[in-house]
């Protein structure tokens, strides 16, 4: 899905009753497809995103997508072996065969290659022989037919016209020409009348010959049951049978190369996944630095944040490596597992610190954070607010929140409500300008009841946020 030109993507959907309808550029495509084009342009951080922080397997995605850029290339890599290497496991398992089987297994392909051979199939006679069986089935029809069109091509009536028009080009020589088609169309009907007896000659019924016709089609559409569709696909079949035959009479060779295959491919495994995994600690004590300075910036005032690396027992398609969030929060203690340490709040603002380092590396103009003022208020609010600032600088950022420091720092607002008019439900977004904009910071504020003194606050916040927007947290 490309655009019309290098700025510009439409995307747009049709919400209906029983379906919607996207269309990217004009052109329908499948929710799949959509999701994954929204997803190289959006990043959403759901109200609960900062949960998926308690799971692990999170903290290592996280990381790679931190150094894709250097690690791109090992990974590559790795997966491509890592799927050499399943494969190569799955075919020594199938030879995990004892002596018994395996001569089981040799007779039976033997027997079925046996009975393709013994069939002495050509490429197309199924056809001819469908013909044939045609041909034969229908024999008494055809005759018929061909005596009916004998009849009619043999009759007398052109010799008739000939000698006709021989006797009146006596008084008219223009007739020649007249007289020449005749011959000619009698020279064809002569042609046509021998063609039409020879072939009925031909159609005399030969009951062993049908016979050997209909047994030889069912052989056909026998061994097409059992090995394919077609007799191409049963000659394939053979030439498969025949291969597997040759495996299990050299099976002990066999395996022998196939475990130093495999043995082979689980030492670049290792050396390969080594390798990442040195490569992703010295990138996570870089991340770690990052993100442990973020957390300072969002009121984390004695944070300690690491990185722990674990091997795991088998290799995956990224390696071997487990990683996990390490953090202490409180002077004098060790780091630990992050969820075991970090409260809702908190894994907002670690979230919050994540995303704007990964905003340096990643190429999504778009982030939407709903809901990250979750659990935070007063310093802290002010603060998460002006980190949203910093990641304003070089993407588009839309925020849902209910905190008025956060919301005052945007540079545009909208304002969104529902609202249930005659039992639905129906949601509305507006642009608010600056009054507008003031009047909402001072609800959002002052709760039900709006004062003047309240309305002031609201407008110095707003001042307040406008003049940090050049001096945001770096």
Known sequence: MYPDDDSLIIISKKIMPARSISKINGETVTSARLREITGLLIDIHGQHEHQSLLYHARHLEILDEYGKNRTAGLKQKIEKEYHAYIELRKKL????????????????????IDEIENADLKPGEEEECQSVYRRFSNAKRITESLALAHEAVSTDEISRALRAVDDAMQYDEELMSI???????????????????????????????F????????LIRNLES???????DVLKSLEEKKK??????NYDLLRLHTEKELKASEDRLEE????????????AGELSDKIEDGLKELNFLDVKFAMEFR?????????????????STNPGEPVRPLGMVASGGELSRIMLAVKTVLAETDDIPTLIFDEIDTGISGRTAQMVSEKLRVIARSHQVICITHLPQIAA????????????????????IRPLDREQMTEELARLLGGAEITETVRQNAREMKELADGKKGLAVR
């Open 311 to 327: 091997r795991l027992s088998h290799f995956t398609p990224a390696g071997y490596d487990e990683a996990e969030f390490m953090i």
């Open 272 to 283: 390969l996944s080594a390798a990442l995994s040195k490569l992703r600690q010295e990138i």
């Open 244 to 249: 597997k035959l040759e495996e299990l009479e």
């Open 179 to 209: 007289r020449d088609q005749l011959y000619d169309v009698d020279s064809l009907l002569s042609d046509l009348t021998r063609e039409i007896s020879a072939h009925l000659e031909e159609m005399t019924f030969d009951g062993d010959s």
């Open 409 to 428: 720092m945007a540079d545009s607002h909208f304002e969104i409500r529902k609202s249930v008019e005659e039992g639905r439900t129906t949601t509305t």
């Open 93 to 112: 398992e199938s030879l995990n065969l004892n002596q018994e089987q395996r001569l089981r297994e040799m007779d039976f392909c033997r027997f079925e």
């Open 211 to 218: 016979n050997q016709v209909e047994e030889r089609l069912d």
């Open 226 to 232: 059992k090995y394919g569709k077609t007799i191409e």
